[in-house]
């Protein structure tokens, strides 16, 4: 009996730590070979930002810095992810975990985008969008 | 009385004001479609406010205006619920109210494939003389334009309607196309139609700069959607089909704009219609409600 109890908790924890997961965990390793054609690029940075404020910054906050809907973003976890993994996570998203698809933008306002949340630092100054 | 009726009035219409102003709004991406549906939920929280509204002059009938008012809501990542109410207006007739619809659509894969199916069911409760023209099936058309407000208004249509959700983005281009059954709850056969479109936006990387009038904002596409006559006889014959090129643009604050003229192919459809909707999407709106009305009732 205490073995089973032992082996249910196991289980309960291991699914809840799975729920918690970050999608970036999730994505396939062929997919961090994927380069972004927009790296460094300053224009691109700045149109992440703005498309950022507008899609993404309902849930994850202004700058990534996180809400009660959704986790900051302005972590090492995800400025050193590969830039095709970042990508994989905004065309797939996390459906049944709340975190919507953007494959409906076109691939290169998702590179922008990419560009844009490989900038974020903990408290480090943003780029944000030109007014 | 009055003075408490103007203070309640007052106090919804500021509150309404205040959700509109204060919450952020979002880009409503449904494209430039108004009757194609593609695999693109809303998102979880958020609400989408739209007009879908049709007009056209049906010849050897009366001039009209129909409109459907759509509230939308992503009630998970793979749940969309949505709330239509109908009206329409007849010159030298009456305007009318026609019922309501109550959809729902569920993405059956969780990831992104080269084609991505979508189910959506739908209630509707309606009456003859709707003519939001949502969809085409079975034999629709012409005639159903032509009767008067008053006896279109006494037939009574409960239906069930499913359609089968198959799309794409390709390269900036959403490719989708749609199966549609439909069925009287009380009688009539199954009805059936289709609707296909395809969309691709001016510009496909994002200017730096908010603007409004940048490429990007807008869309461009064409919609081929018609009836496919009923399990008793179907097939094209007698069924109306129509051309329709769509246009949407959206505005740096997420309001977006969309018109569609659309042309009828056979005879028993309508010669001309045009459709226009404006829709804005408001983010996190449950949460922001909630907090709108706490921080109200916070105050001393």
Same mark, same amino acid.
């Given at each position: 009996m205490r073995k089973l109890l032992l082996a249910a908790s196991v289980l309960a924890l291991v699914s809840s730590s799975a729920r918690a997961e970050s999608p970036i965990h999730h994505a396939p390793t062929q997919a961090a070979a994927l380069a972004n054609p927009l790296e460094g690029s300053e224009q691109a940075q700045r149109a992440g930002a703005k498309l950022f404020a507008r899609e993404c910054s309902a849930c994850h906050g202004p700058g990534g810095a996180g809400s009660g809907k959704a986790p900051a973003l302005n972590r090492a976890e995800v400025s050193n992810a590969p830039p095709g993994t970042l990508f994989w996570v905004l065309r797939n998203g996390s459906l049944f975990r709340g975190m919507p698809s953007f494959a409906h933008l076109p691939e290169p306002q998702r590179w922008q985008i990419v560009t844009y949340l490989r900038s974020l630092r903990p408290g480090a100054t943003t780029i944000e969008p030109r007014p | 009385?009055? /003075?408490?009726? @103007?203070?309640?009035? @007052?106090?919804?219409?500021?509150?309404?004001?205040?959700?509109?102003?204060?919450?952020?709004?979002?880009?409503?991406?449904?494209?430039?479609?108004?009757?194609?549906?593609?695999? &693109?939920?809303?998102?979880?929280? %958020?609400?989408?406010?739209?007009? $879908?509204?049709?007009?056209?002059?049906? &010849?050897?009938?009366? #001039?009209?205006?129909?409109?459907?008012?759509?509230?939308?809501?992503?009630? $998970?990542?793979?749940?969309?619920?949505?709330?239509?109410?109908?009206? &329409?207006?007849?010159?030298?007739?009456?305007?009318?109210?026609?019922?309501?619809?109550?959809? %729902?659509?569920?993405?059956?894969?969780?990831?992104?494939?080269?084609?991505?199916?979508?189910?959506?069911?739908?209630?509707?409760?309606?009456?003859?003389?709707? $003519?939001?023209?949502?969809? /085409? +099936?079975?034999?629709?058309?012409?005639?159903?334009?032509?009767?008067? %407000?008053?006896?279109?208004? &006494?037939?009574?249509?409960?239906?069930?309607?499913?359609?089968?959700?198959?799309? #794409?983005?390709? $390269?900036?281009?959403?490719?989708?196309?749609?199966?549609?059954?439909?069925?009287?709850?009380?009688?009539?056969?199954?009805?059936?139609?289709?609707?296909?479109?395809? #969309?691709?936006?001016l510009a496909l990387a994002a200017r730096p700069e908010r603007c409004s009038f940048c490429r990007e904002n807008f869309q461009l596409g064409v919609e081929v959607y018609g009836g496919?006559?009923?399990?008793?006889?179907?097939?094209?014959?007698?069924?109306?089909?129509?051309?329709?090129?769509?246009?949407?643009?959206?505005?740096?604050?997420?309001?977006?704009?969309? +018109?569609?003229?659309?042309?009828?192919?056979?005879?028993?459809?309508?010669?001309?219609?045009?459709?226009?909707?404006?829709?804005?999407?408001?983010?996190q709106f449950g949460r922001a409600t909630r907090q709108l009305f706490g921080s109200r009732g916070g105050r001393p």
């Open positions: - | 009385m009055p /003075v408490r009726r @103007c203070v309640l009035r @007052c106090r919804i219409g500021r509150i309404v004001t205040g959700l509109f102003l204060l919450l952020p709004g979002l880009q409503a991406g449904e494209g430039p479609f108004f009757i194609t549906y593609t695999h &693109q939920m809303e998102e979880p929280g %958020n609400l989408e406010v739209a007009t $879908k509204s049709v007009t056209g002059s049906p &010849q050897g009938g009366n #001039s009209f205006l129909g409109a459907a008012t759509e509230f939308e809501y992503g009630v $998970k990542g793979w749940w969309t619920t949505e709330l239509y109410v109908d009206g &329409q207006a007849t010159s030298g007739d009456s305007a009318l109210f026609t019922g309501y619809r109550w959809e %729902n659509r569920f993405r059956v894969l969780p990831r992104e494939h080269w084609i991505n199916p979508v189910l959506y069911v739908e209630f509707e409760n309606i009456n003859g003389a709707d $003519k939001s023209l949502l969809e /085409v +099936v079975g034999h629709d058309g012409l005639e159903d334009l032509l009767g008067s %407000n008053s006896e279109a208004r &006494q037939e009574k249509e409960r239906e069930i309607e499913a359609k089968l959700i198959f799309s #794409s983005y390709v $390269k900036g281009w959403t490719i989708a196309e749609n199966f549609i059954a439909e069925k009287n709850i009380r009688h009539e056969p199954f009805e059936f139609g289709y609707a296909v479109g395809v #969309s691709r936006p496919l006559g009923t399990h008793a006889d179907f097939g094209l014959t007698d069924t109306s089909h129509y051309l329709a090129p769509t246009l949407g643009w959206t505005l740096a604050n997420g309001t977006a704009f969309r +018109v569609s003229p659309g042309f009828g192919l056979t005879d028993t459809s309508a010669r001309f219609l045009l459709r226009f909707g404006v829709s804005y999407e408001i983010a």
